[in-house]
């Protein structure tokens, strides 16, 4: 029964007392007067013996004892002993049996479990010790909060250990979250079915009733048992197989250390495996058997990442296996689940034949940031969903350690400012950015918390952070935060209470403001500073401010109150110390500071060094010339790093509103002798910004023949022969793609004629991989419908991920209106595009300039669909929201955007900061284009003259 209903029991029987007498109005009152204290006393003894989640007499409805999405802190779990037995097609449902054990913390009449869309048929609860069976009144849901109230008839002791027992049934939904099912065609087109899980952040209720928080970890004995053409897989090895009565199999698991229920994996596969283990640990990756020769290159890097983080961490894997399986359907790139990583294909299979440069750089990034996490997440847990960044700040940091030990040629450490770094400032330069530590209860407000705040500026002030207090009392901090905290959940201020241990054991307490001080302003406020440098020519004496650096505010908007504890570093092009240069404290404050050589027109000065730090620089004019005549004469004196910061930030101020555009635009003119692929990465994204402002302006032309000049060089340079260096082939790929984009003739040449040979020998692709997407895309782009039906059916019949994607991307190119609405159409079907990939097909496609305005009138159109369809997936709808919007630049486009919103602001979920951040967006593109748009014309239109 419901706790609405019990309550108007209670009420009823006081009424029907009232009923016996009714001839005389005093003996009324006074049966009235004797039933409301009766209604007391029933009241208070309910109090007494639930515990004190029940509410009092003035809390409002007896709901409100639920109100709270958090659950009651009186009950523990201990152990956790599931058995499922899975069906797959033609059922796709699972019966369960939970047998749950948990100590009592205070006496309570209410156990409370989450549990989401699970049948219940039958609850037992028993004394751990005794056996003595617990009598159970009955069990409700309430759906709000997503809770199974179990309702004693007598209260659980304070201190005991029970059992409670639950048989269940549930589905095998076609979502992509709890247990979902996926499928994928064979080379003979035969559909196999797989189940699979996706538990993070809160659908592990969706399998099984539990406390389903990060903090309240136990251990898990799992049990699956499935059709015999299929094999298990979870979190530990095969304990024990048996055969159940039916002829199932019956797979009984070892029993996992302590841990959350969000890392709970379970896959029912017919997949196969490769395995590089030892005598001391299994690691086994898995594939459909049609992919498995694609799994070698995880295989390969996958245990040296493990057993390099085994070393940096200081603690041993706690785990015998390790699985890493490639799934057809997935919502996420990877998840982290202990001893069972599941990833998409694209994450994790690298064919040397078929795939690209990036996506191998993709395969090494995501295992060894799912592997980071077996420590930061899994060993360790945060203590709240508010605490996230812990895990993705630490894991999206450590992946490129992991990756830079895999590939050492790589130049990871360079590529984090142009990968994390710079690409995290653009979304928190908004004022609907959030802090990194954000409090959040509801699971939607969960879910917006799984953005590049929490992954990429999470990692970049790590770095910061370990920059200033140097990379072994770092690492020591580390290693003790894991030793004191391991099979347990904690806090942010846990981790700087153990870097601040390693501080001041190395003896530099003195000299480095305390940790837990400076870092607070870095998590818990939202934002971060410009550092505005203010020095005469000729001077030694530079002034250092700080205020908070966003692109857009309105009347009323205050932000002056937000300042930070800031390293500012810098050196000058007299002693250019770049690798150790002077450091100095901003205490929320400015600072004064005297140099030793005068900054003059030949003498700039130059902070942030290398890009460690989490601020932009703006410099006086003179500075900025001087820095663009340094660019133009000799670019390699000042670290790529840099080159990459003063591009990004440049025009970055430019969008603020505190420096004219002329100023990053003239820093890009340099770009002509620039070879290295950092700086031209975020130039490419900047200056590619520009050209979506001024898209529909008369100054388009002399925009795209400025970058085609600038490219046209190095396209020439590095032609159509693969580059050994990992980041020149990058660059080759840019300038190709930016090249036959521009217009150039011998590009777009060789792209079609390279094309018209593969439609005429389709089974014999002679198109380089690394650009077969820019091939594809220019032929469409060029091409008829012909060509379009023609990547469509190889799109259809393609069973290589990587290059399916290739080919989806390229079905967005064509400039043909109505075939652009036809592939959104047919994205609609998940028989034709995977619900996973339909997110993609809506960037594309907004990303054309044809298809801008039909992308958002198509989303608006499907909005009902989308929000059914999608609106489990992990932040799906967001990644739509933002590419559909990300070139508005008018008013009436700010207006169509915000009355949908008010149109459907209950139906926002998860998705509700994407919106906000939308509309933002587009005040700023508002802004930038009268403040800046006539200057960037002239600038473009001047530059031949």
């Not at 029991?9 to 039933?35: H, K, N, P």
């Not at 549990?115 to 069990?139: K, P, Q, R, W």
């Not at 895999?406 to 984090?416: G, I, L």
């Not at 005068?598 to 932009?616: D, Q």
Request: charged share 20%; net charge negative.
């Amino acid at each position: 029964m419901s706790i609405e209903k019990m309550q108007m029991m209670e009420a009823d029987v006081d009424y029907r007392q009232q009923r016996f007498t009714l001839s005389r109005w005093g003996i009324g009152l006074i049966c009235t007067v004797f039933a409301l204290l009766l209604i007391t006393i029933i009241m208070l003894s309910v109090f007494v013996a639930g515990g004190c989640e029940w509410p009092s007499s003035d809390s409002g409805p007896a709901t409100s004892a639920w109100s709270d999405v958090r659950l009651p802190d009186n009950l523990t779990p201990i152990n956790y002993e599931i058995e499922l037995r899975v069906r797959l097609d033609p059922d796709f449902n699972f019966d369960g049996k939970l047998d749950l054990k948990f100590s009592c913390v205070a006496a309570t009449k209410y156990i409370v479990l989450h549990s989401n869309n699970l049948e219940i048929d039958h609850v037992t609860v028993e004394e751990a010790s005794s056996g003595g069976s617990v009598g159970v009144a009955g069990h409700e849901f309430y759906t709000d909060n997503e809770f199974l109230i179990i309702t004693l008839d007598a209260s659980l002791k304070k201190g005991s250990v029970y059992n409670v027992g639950v048989v269940y049934r549930g589905e095998v939904s076609d979502g992509l979250s709890g247990l979902y099912r996926s499928s994928y065609t064979t080379t003979d087109g035969e559909t196999r079915w797989l189940a699979v899980t996706q538990f993070q952040p809160t659908d592990a209720r969706k399998v099984f009733p539990c406390f389903d928080e990060p903090a309240l970890k136990a251990t898990f004995d799992i049990t699956l048992i499935h059709d015999p053409k299929y094999s298990a897989l979870s979190n530990m090895a095969i304990k024990e197989t048996s055969t159940d009565s039916d002829g199932w199999v019956k797979d009984q698991f070892d029993e996992t250390p302590i841990m959350s229920t969000y890392l709970i994996a379970i896959v029912i596969s017919d997949f196969a495996y490769k395995e590089n283990s030892t005598a001391e640990r299994q690691f086994r990756v898995w594939a459909r058997e049609d992919a498995i020769d694609t799994v070698d290159y995880a295989l390969q890097i996958g245990p040296g990442i493990l057993d390099y983080f085994e070393q940096y961490y200081g603690v041993a894997y706690p785990l015998n296996k390790t699985d890493l399986i490639a799934l057809p359907d997935f919502a996420a790139g990877a998840m982290e689940n202990w001893g069972l990583i599941t990833y998409r294909e694209t994450a994790l299979l690298y064919d040397p034949d078929v795939s690209t440069e990036s996506n191998k750089q993709r395969v090494a990034v995501v295992v060894a940031h799912e592997l980071g996490h077996q420590w930061f997440g899994n060993l360790v847990s945060p203590e709240w969903w508010s605490e996230l960044w812990l895990n993705e700040g630490f894991a999206t940091y450590v992946e490129y350690q992991g990756t830079d030990y895999a590939e050492p040629t790589w130049k990871m450490d360079e590529y984090f400012v142009a990968g994390d770094l710079l690409p995290a400032m653009e979304l928190d330069s908004l004022l609907s950015s959030h802090a990194i530590y954000l409090q959040v209860s509801h699971p939607d407000e969960i879910q917006e918390l799984f953005d590049s705040i929490t992954y990429a500026k999470g990692a970049s002030i790590i770095k910061m952070l370990s920059s200033f207090v140097g990379g072994d009392v770092f690492a020591s901090g580390l290693k003790e935060y894991l030793k004191t905290n391991e099979y347990s959940s904690t806090t942010t201020d846990d981790l700087w209470s153990s870097i601040q241990q390693a501080v001041s054991g190395a003896g530099l307490a003195d000299t480095i403001p305390d940790v837990k001080t400076v870092m607070d302003t870095w998590t818990l406020e939202m934002g971060y500073p410009v550092i505005t440098l203010t020095i005469d020519s000729g001077s030694t004496s530079l002034h250092a401010d700080q205020q908070h650096c966003v692109y857009y505010t309105e009347p009323g908007d205050d932000i002056s109150d937000l300042t930070w504890y800031v390293p500012l570093t810098y050196t000058d092009k007299l002693t250019a110390a770049f690798d150790s240069p002077v450091q100095t404290w901003m205490k929320k404050d400015s600072i004064d500071v005297e140099l030793d050589n005068a900054v003059s027109s030949t003498n700039w000065i130059l902070a942030n060094v290398k890009m460690v730090n989490y601020y932009r620089v703006n410099y006086p004019m003179d500075n900025w010339m001087a820095l663009i005549t340094q660019f133009n004469s000799d670019h390699t004196f000042i670290p790529v790093e840099n080159r990459a910061g003063l591009i990004d930030d440049a025009f970055s101020l430019s969008m603020g509103g505190l420096l004219n555009v002329t100023i990053p635009l003239q820093l890009t003119e340099y770009l002509i002798d620039e070879e290295d692929y950092i700086p031209w990465k975020r130039a490419l994204t900047k200056i590619g910004k520009v050209g979506s402002l001024l898209r529909y302006t008369s100054s388009y032309g002399k925009y795209s023949e400025y970058v085609l000049k600038l490219v046209s060089p190095h396209f020439e340079r590095l032609g159509w022969e693969v580059a050994e260096d990992h980041f020149d082939e990058y660059t080759r790929i840019n300038m190709i793609s930016q090249a036959c984009f521009r217009g150039h003739p011998w590009c777009e040449g060789n792209a079609t004629e390279w094309f018209a040979e593969f439609m005429d020998n389709p089974d014999d692709n002679k198109i380089p991989s690394n650009i077969r997407n820019t091939i594809y895309c220019t032929a469409v782009r060029l091409g008829d419908e012909d060509v379009w039906d023609f990547v469509w059916e190889k799109y259809q019949s393609e069973l290589n991920s990587g290059e399916r994607a290739l080919l989806r991307s390229a079905l967005s190119c064509t400039e043909e209106s109505w075939l652009l609405y036809r592939y959104l159409n047919r994205a609609l079907d998940p028989t034709l595009v995977r619900a996973q990939d339909f997110s993609s097909v809506v960037r594309d496609v907004a990303g054309n300039s044809v298809g801008r305005t039909m992308s958002w009138n198509f989303f608006r159109g499907n909005w009902n669909y989308l929000i059914n369809t999608y609106s489990e997936g992990l932040s799906l709808i967001s990644s739509m929201v933002r590419s559909v919007t990300s070139g508005f630049n008018e008013e009436f486009e700010l207006t169509q955007l915000e009355e949908f919103i008010t149109d459907h602001e209950d139906e926002l979920g998860s998705a509700t900061r994407a919106f906000e951040q939308a509309v933002e967006k587009t005040k700023i593109n508002i802004q930038w284009v009268e403040n800046n748009g006539a200057d960037a014309v002239a600038w473009f239109q001047s530059i031949d003259e």
